[in-house]
């Protein structure tokens, strides 16, 4: 104990002491890293192969074929023609300004990550709204996945992965899982209760309740959600390149460090139309897949 | 007595954390209220006792917090009942698995509720298919099945909307339909028609009652409004604060009320619409069966009126009056009695409700003869038992 007076001075543990808790879990850390490293790395294996694969399908393939996929898609979803012509001209200013290649790989790592957070995320949700239990253990740790500074977790991923992909992809996904998690959760609890007890009543049993009544009914909450998740993911995306994840955020890393405002502004604005189209799309699908509520009060 | 379709025995709920431990002061017969504040448990059916007949309407009524609702939500067991039995067709539905329990609700009992509980993402036609998409039915089966129940209830053409678009009268009837749709010979109705327009309500009543003489299913129907139970149930058992008060007959409960709770409840009912001529009728009297006009009037003195009903073995034939058949003596006493002796007296039919005979009763100096369908005299209504039964 410091012999300073408790009343003016707070009564702080030992540095010495402090030194040797830090001393104790970095060297366990690291022996964890060092004896388990290799495994994790391999176990994560088929994602990068898939992250490379997939990148390398955005980036070689040409431009017109990527914009008419994007296009059909965004049409299809939305069934709107205004919405798809704006898609095609962030495009083709995207591309026009040379950050093509940046946005592809971006792409590339947003839908994987999405695509991730929606596997892992919809199910643990559905199990959070089937427990309180569940709920009260799972709510504090999506509080400090969504509040941790980002920094802070991707220390033990790199000491444990190294730089990459992979490591990128975990740190988006831990950082963008919470909402559709939440959202699920909260979505299957605000199903009317008697059109849940009406499928009951008819016997349905808890599979058919939960893809029959439950997660169509929370759908609009879950893909407001999956939104949620795609806009965090983008947001992320920056902070990623700090650990070798190649796309629009490493050109504006590379202007925060040499104060090139231009480029900065371009392949934020990049991002920026990314998260647009992302939104606009995802909301007006979900609203096309809620045509049912039209007349509803 | 014929075996019940559903019987509940010593049915008790207590709702709260250990509702084990508040079961022993419940049975103490402790108050409601004692109970909640010592424990913190609500109890919500206390000894329930009741026997239902299949091909019955069968109404469970009580005002908000008697436990109706609770207890319909017993019989397929969307509730647990904390103790007691329920033997659905000398099966008891508490020793049910989680398989046969489903199996039980999918092929035994539907249900109807209040706010219709349709899923909004179904159209109608899917929404009435529910309960068959359950059980596994294939598409087209189901769907064919659903359109004729959706003919039924009257909303063909409205098939492929979606639940919002539709108006409250028309959402009860695909709930209507739905219910109808599984073929389950048991349909628990949940205050069904109360959150509805009060015309609509009267409309779907009809209606109900109409299927109900086609289809002969047993309906446990939930309501808290008395003139519906009236007008629906073929027994009624009315519910205070999870308790049975009265259980019979609608005219039994109307005439003879168990307790003052009942009697205050049927002191605002409108008899006229509620009572059968049956129910008030007097048994049959004045009964003229000689078949000359001597004879008759002979028979019509020894009652000591100056009416009477004439009758043969094909029944009920007219209504006769002393001083018509006096003059009619003075020409030919050993006539037999003709059509155009009778006097102008509608007879009445004993199913007739009170209100629909008012304006005939009241036109009549005499008790007008009640004749049922076979056309046999069944008894008589004066005026009199007519106004003592509605000032009341």
């Given amino acids: ?113 999405t695509m991730i957070s929606i596997a892992m995320g919809i199910p643990i949700g559905i199990m959070m709204s089937r427990s309180n239990r569940m709920q009260s253990i799972i709510t504090p740790m999506l509080d400090i996945m969504q509040t941790m500074p980002a920094f802070v977790y991707l220390i033990p991923v790199v000491m444990l992965l190294g730089i990459g992909k992979v490591p990128g992809v975990i740190a988006v996904v831990i950082y963008a899982i919470p909402p559709v998690i939440r959202l699920t959760n909260l979505g299957i609890r605000l199903v009317d209760k008697e059109v849940l007890e009406a499928a009951t009543a008819y016997g349905a049993n808890s599979t ?26 983008l947001a992320m995306v920056v902070i990623a390149s700090m650990i070798g994840v190649k796309g629009l955020g490493q050109p504006v890393l590379k202007s925060i460090t040499n104060q090139y405002f231009t480029l900065g502004l371009f392949n934020g604005l990049a991002i920026v139309a990314l998260a647009i189209v992302f939104d606009r799309v995802s909301q007006a699908y979900g609203k096309r897949t809620q045509k049912h509520m039209e007349r509803a009060q | 007595m014929i075996e019940p379709l559903i019987r509940i025995e010593g049915l008790y709920k207590v709702f709260g954390v250990a509702p084990k431990k508040a079961m022993s002061m419940v049975k103490d017969g402790v108050p409601k209220d004692d109970i909640l504040a010592q424990t913190g448990h609500t109890v919500g059916l206390k000894d329930i006792n009741l026997d239902i007949q299949k091909g019955q309407i069968y109404v469970i009524m009580g005002l908000s917090g008697s436990g109706k609702s609770t207890l319909i939500r017993h019989l397929n067991r969307l509730i647990d009942p904390t103790e007691g039995k329920i033997i659905v067709d000398g099966e008891d539905v508490m020793k049910l698995g989680q398989k046969d329990l489903e199996q039980f609700r999918r092929h035994r009992m539907s249900m109807v509720f209040q706010r219709f509980g349709l899923m909004p993402h179904r159209t109608v036609i899917e929404n009435v298919a529910y309960g068959l998409t359950v059980q596994g039915m294939n598409k087209k089966d189901r769907l064919a099945k659903a359109g004729e129940w959706i003919e039924t209830v009257g909303l063909r053409g409205y098939e492929n909307q979606y639940p919002s678009q539709l108006s409250g009268g028309q959402q009860q009837r695909v709930g209507l339909a739905r219910a109808l749709c599984t073929d389950a010979d048991i349909l628990l109705m949940d205050e069904a028609f109360s959150a509805l327009d009060p015309l609509i309500r009267s409309e779907m009543q009809d209606q109900l009652i109409e299927l109900q003489e086609k289809l002969h299913k047993t309906i446990v129907f939930i309501t808290h409004d008395l003139d519906e139970a009236l007008r629906l149930g073929d027994r009624i058992a009315i519910l205070k604060d999870g308790e049975l008060v009265q259980e019979g007959a609608p005219a039994d409960i109307l005439l003879h009320p168990a307790t003052d709770y009942v009697e205050a409840f049927v002191k605002d009912v409108n008899r006229a619409r509620a009572l059968t001529v049956e129910t008030v009728m007097k048994p049959p009297a004045h009964r003229i069966t000689k078949g000359t006009i001597a004879e008759a009037l002979q028979q019509m003195k020894t009652f000591s009126s100056d009416y009477g009903y004439y009758c043969t073995d094909e029944g009920y034939q007219g209504f006769l009056l002393q001083s018509t058949l006096e003059e009619a003596v003075k020409l030919d006493g050993s006539k037999a009695i003709q059509d155009d002796l009778f ?38 209504l004066p005026r009199s038992s007519l106004a003592e039964v509605l000032s009341n």
């Fill in chain 1, 208 to 233: 058919q309740r939960l893809f029959g009544v439950q997660l169509p009914l929370a759908l609009p909450t879950i893909m407001a959600g999956i939104n949620q998740t795609i806009m965090m993911a």
């Fill in chain 1, 1 to 113: 104990m410091s012999k300073g007076n408790w009343l003016t001075e707070f009564p702080q543990m030992d540095r010495s002491d402090l030194l040797v808790i830090r001393k104790g879990l970095d060297g366990a850390y690291k022996e964890f890293s060092r004896s388990y490293g290799e495994i994790i790395e391999n176990l994560f294996e088929p994602l990068l192969r898939f992250l490379v694969w997939f990148e390398k399908l955005l980036v070689n393939s040409p431009w017109w074929l990527i914009i008419a996929v994007i296009c059909s898609i965004v049409y299809s979803a939305t069934r709107s023609v205004k919405l798809t012509v704006g898609v095609l001209i962030a495009f083709f200013l995207i591309g026009y300004f040379g950050m093509w290649e940046n946005t592809m790989r971006t792409l590339s790592i947003i839908f994987v990550c």
């Fill in chain 2, 343 to 380: 006097e102008d007296l509608p007879p009445i039919s004993p199913d007739t409700v009170l209100e629909e005979i008012i304006p005939d009763s009241m036109g009549a100096n005499y008790p007008l003869p009640v004749v049922d369908k076979e056309g046999d005299l069944q008894g008589n």
